[in-house]
């Protein structure tokens, strides 16, 4: 492989745990591989194939030569910068916390090795990915730099490796590259938030209307309920809530559009930040969705449910009646479950169809199809499924236990406000507008407030277009 290398030699700085995956990798795609190292009698672990000597002699061999050592080990490099002068150092470091240093890693490299062009990247693939070759989850090498060339270096490195890559631009970007591998879970934050916001108010709410009030009211223990009954109640209202405002920014964001006459005025911030994160907002509706759906099943195995239905039934021999068939409630009870099942199969594709396996293979309009037309399907039956769930209840006034209304109510606050909005933006003039000003179409203004509007106008964002 050393003999007839494919693509020319590539050097690696440090035969530490990334050196040597590195230097598997670039073996395995027909480079030769040469290790700068502080020791390098010691190379019993180099992949085979490779080769180690010093620092010096190793960066004569390459243009391209990957940092694969830690940041705080840096300074031996400022004796080997005659050596080091017109080469491309790729800085793939990465720190321990965000914010650790001023400067960011490769910045830092630069004014150590003012001759060198540094290129930031490989930083977000790990070693053991570049091992196994299980590089599914972090297939994109993100680079940056100041020359243009040094980073094209990079990229064909990484394109026969397999990896895609993409410029983030200048060096100046090193520090939000490096960041990346820092951040846990950045667009679920926001959905976990209003989740756990969600169920601070309803757990409370199920609690003292289900166990407080009968405890208080009528002498009940019913604490048990907390174990199947309430987190039944719980993850249905939750499903359909978050299913709900995965659909209203859409809808506020069509309103703000019409309002400004505009589709090139930014969103304000939050909503931008809510648009953003609404595929999560919807997985973690669909985790209640079948949580609900398994609950349903399970709730009448139960040893309270069991007896209350057999109390049922020996109540009426010892009366000796029969409760008369009501074909009312038949029907009511056939359709909310029917819908139910409806709603949760349209919902379960949803989440399906954003997989990302499954979204690359449909077009643009397969997808938005999917997505809103049917999502705006799956969100009216389940909505209508809630409303025969609870019939007639919210005239009952005994269903108001402390002023409270039922908690399926609720449930219901959201899905109507979206499903009213979405009435509004499909009548025929408001949607013949906002699809006009979707298309590029602005309400003429004053020639003053107009000038001004163009001086701070951004540039529309994918966002803005497609809801
Ligand atoms: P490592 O296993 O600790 O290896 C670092 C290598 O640096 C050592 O094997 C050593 O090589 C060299 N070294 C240590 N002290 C030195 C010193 N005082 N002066 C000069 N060289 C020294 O670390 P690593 O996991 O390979 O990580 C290397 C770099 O890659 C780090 O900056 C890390 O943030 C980054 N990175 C790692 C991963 C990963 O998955 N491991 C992923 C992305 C980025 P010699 O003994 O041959 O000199």
Redesign the pocket.
Known sequence: MTGNPKHGTVCIF??????RSLGLRLLQAGYEVV?G???PKNNSLVPKGSKVMTHAEAAQMARVIFI????D?YQ?LTSLTSALEGKVLVD???NLKMGQYPQSNAEYLNSLVPGASVVKGF?T????ALQSGALDASRQVLLCGDDPGAKQAVVDIAHSLGLSAQDRGSLRAAGEIEDIPLQLFPMWRLPLWITAVLCLILIPYLIVYYIVYSYVEQGQDNIYRIMLSLPNKLSAILSLTLMALCYLPSSLAAILQLHNGTKYKRFPDWLDRWMLCRKQLGLIGLLFAVLHAVLVFVVPLSYSYEHGTASDIVDQIRENVTEPFENLWAWRSESYKSLGVLGFVLFLLLGITSLPSVSNTLNWREFRFVQSKLGHLALLLCTVHCFLYGWNKFLLPSRYRWYLPPPYMAGLVVPCVVLVFKLLVLTPCVHYRVSRIRQGWEKPRRRSTANATAANATVPTDKATSL
């Open positions: 440090g035969t530490g745990d990334f050196g290790f190292s502080r020791d694969a050592v830690q940041r080990h031996f793939i470091s990465n930083n693939v790990s070693a053991w």
